[in-house]
């Protein structure tokens, strides 16, 4: 087989287009969640805890020097990607759980019909007594 005819069965395998879907949409799905979190959520935290804008957050480690910019370790944005990873982290728990409720629903089989009353037993071995 040649080369170009593997590798074309194997790129249009529905795993690999489902996983190339999957990327492309969780990339989109990052950036809304990150400008949620950045644009919404941490602008009324920051007005709560005395107007910190939590982007600018940094400690110095070198002062700036003529020729050199300030070493800095920026726990701001530490913090924003932290909340951006717990918001994606929740989203995709509740995605998983109500597609595992929707598998439970599918595999449940039907439940065994019930024993019918006693009374109900008993005529039917009348009726098949009187049918010998």
């Given at each position: 087989?040649?080369?170009?005819?593997?590798?074309k069965e194997?790129?249009?395998?529905?795993?690999?287009?489902?996983?190339?879907?999957?990327?492309?949409?969780?990339?989109?799905?990052?950036?809304?969640?990150?400008?949620f979190?950045?644009?919404v959520?941490?602008?009324?935290?920051?007005?709560?805890?005395?107007?910190?804008?939590?982007?600018?957050l940094?400690?110095?480690?070198?002062?700036?020097?003529?020729?050199?910019?300030?070493?800095?370790?920026?726990?701001?944005?530490f913090?924003?990607?932290?909340?951006?990873?717990?918001?994606?982290?929740?989203a995709?728990?509740?995605?998983?759980?109500?597609?595992n409720?929707?598998?439970?629903?599918?595999?449940?089989?039907?439940?065994?019909?019930?024993?019918?009353?006693a009374?109900?037993?008993?005529l039917?071995?009348?009726?098949?007594?009187?049918?010998?």
């Amino acid at each position: 087989m040649s080369m170009i005819k593997e590798f074309k069965e194997f790129a249009m395998r529905g795993n690999v287009v489902d996983l190339a879907v999957g990327i492309i949409i969780g990339g989109a799905f990052g950036k809304i969640v990150s400008s949620f979190v950045a644009d919404v959520i941490m602008p009324p935290i920051g007005l709560a805890l005395g107007g910190v804008d939590f982007s600018n957050l940094a400690f110095t480690l070198k002062q700036a020097t003529e020729t050199t910019p300030a070493v800095l370790l920026n726990y701001g944005k530490f913090v924003n990607t932290i909340i951006d990873f717990l918001i994606i982290a929740f989203a995709i728990f509740m995605v998983v759980k109500a597609m595992n409720s929707m598998k439970k629903k599918e595999v449940e089989a039907p439940a065994a019909p019930q024993e019918p009353p006693a009374d109900v037993k008993l005529l039917t071995e009348i009726r098949d007594l009187l049918k010998k």
